[in-house]
């Protein structure tokens, strides 16, 4: 990857931190950077001072998983820095720098907006409150977003659809501008439908709305869930005896308690036993896909995928995004979403083969077309 020349102003930032760092390494146990640098943050960030300049695959090498700053004593905000230059290798140059792999995301991040793979549709009884199910759910998993989404109209009448992208992982890749471009256009879809609740099931969806949409209150599907409760019958399924599983919290939830809490309720009332992963909660580790590390240093993030599902000896993972699940299974493990667990009691574990990036985009396309049927209130792409 290429290399920047950092602003005196971004080098004497890293000064600053460089000094704040007392090389106490309780950060690098969690850190998927230092595993691939082998740098410790002060070598890091006093090398990075000291040459003002950094090589890319410093900051494409980071998950943004925030471990770092949660656990860091002296307040040193490693991730932040990593975005900021992430962002400044992208307004420095004024196109995406070299070697970073932008093109898949762009392309991606362009399908996701256009109308043939998202719309909004609203029962005629609608109440401001939409699902917002994110881009990977749909892709991987369209019986299980059509089934939440049945359950939350039958429990919250009156509930939307909402089939969009929240831009996020434009905004990981550090294309700022573009992110305001597409996340003004998602706001104008909250306007136009006087959206005043969004129901997310993506975690990552639900920490991008929340940090950039202060006036729609974003709650997470677990919230929720544990709210209306779960489907009957669904109580006290209890594990497949010989079977054992571990739960992992995806990272982006890492500042939301309640959400951990809610997914706890949950599987306690699903009457299912599960072993909680050392690092988990707001400690909680990245699966290896955070901050588009599959894209822009594949091998990285499939060492981390790997380390991260040893962590534990359960034969399956369950957990609450669908990224994650993926990842667990590429670092070898089964994987369980929760949702799995509610609404598909028997066939778990999900023996199946993950669908291809084609059949993805028609799954995405097919569950935009049962949804247009679904409601007949209205909808912006008929
Ligand atoms: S955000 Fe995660 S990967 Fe990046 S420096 Fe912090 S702990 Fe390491
Ligand atoms: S936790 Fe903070 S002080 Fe300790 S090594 Fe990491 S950045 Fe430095």
């Known amino acids: 990857m290429s290399s920047i020349i950092l602003s005196e102003n971004l080098t004497g930032l890293f000064f600053k931190e460089a000094e704040k760092c007392i090389n106490c390494g309780a950060c690098t146990a969690g850190c998927p950077l230092y595993a691939y640098s082998g740098l410790s943050p002060q070598d890091l960030l006093s090398q990075i001072a000291r040459e003002g300049q950094i090589s890319l695959d410093i900051p494409y090498s980071c998950t943004l998983c925030g471990y770092c700053s949660h656990i860091c004593p002296e307040g040193v905000k490693l991730d932040q820095l990593m975005r900021e230059l992430r962002s400044y290798a992208f307004n420095e140059k004024g196109r995406p720098a070299r070697g970073i792999n932008y093109a898949p995301v762009k392309s991606h991040q362009k399908y996701s907006f256009s109308p043939l793979f998202s719309t909004t549709r609203v029962p005629s009884n609608y ?47 550090g294309d700022e501008k573009k992110f305001q471009q597409y996340y003004h256009e998602l706001e104008q879809e909250f306007a136009q439908w006087g959206v005043k609740k969004v129901i997310t099931a993506c975690p990552n969806c639900y920490k991008t709305i929340k940090e950039n949409s202060g006036q729609i209150e974003a709650v997470s599907l677990w919230e929720i869930l544990r709210e209306i409760g779960i489907p009957e019958g669904a109580a006290n399924r209890k594990n497949k005896p010989h079977l054992s599983l571990a739960l992992h919290d995806p990272c982006p939830t890492r500042s939301y308690p309640t959400v951990h809490d809610s997914v706890r309720f949950i599987l306690n009332q699903l009457g299912i036993d599960f072993a909680e992963f050392k690092f988990n909660r707001q400690k909680t580790l990245c699966c290896g896909a955070g901050g588009m590390l599959g894209i822009t240093n594949p091998p990285a993030a499939l060492s981390w995928m790997k380390k991260r599902a040893g962590e534990t000896k359960a034969e399956i993972i369950i957990t609450y995004c669908q990224e994650c699940a993926v990842s667990m299974q590429k670092g070898g493990k089964k994987s369980l979403h929760l949702l799995d667990l509610i609404f598909n009691p028997g066939v778990w574990p999900n023996e199946k083969k993950n669908p291809t990036s084609l059949r993805r985009w028609y799954n995405r396309y097919r569950i935009k077309k049962a949804f247009n049927k679904f409601n007949p209130g209205g909808s912006k792409d008929g």
């Not at 892709?139 to 659809?161: A, H, N, V």
């Open 127 to 173: 109440n401001g409150v939409v699902f917002f199910p994110g881009c990977s759910l749909p892709s991987f998993r369209p019986d299980l977003t059509e089934k939440t989404y049945l359950y939350l109209q039958e429990k919250m009448s009156g509930t939307g659809i909402m089939l969009k992208c929240c831009a996020g992982p434009t905004l990981a890749m």
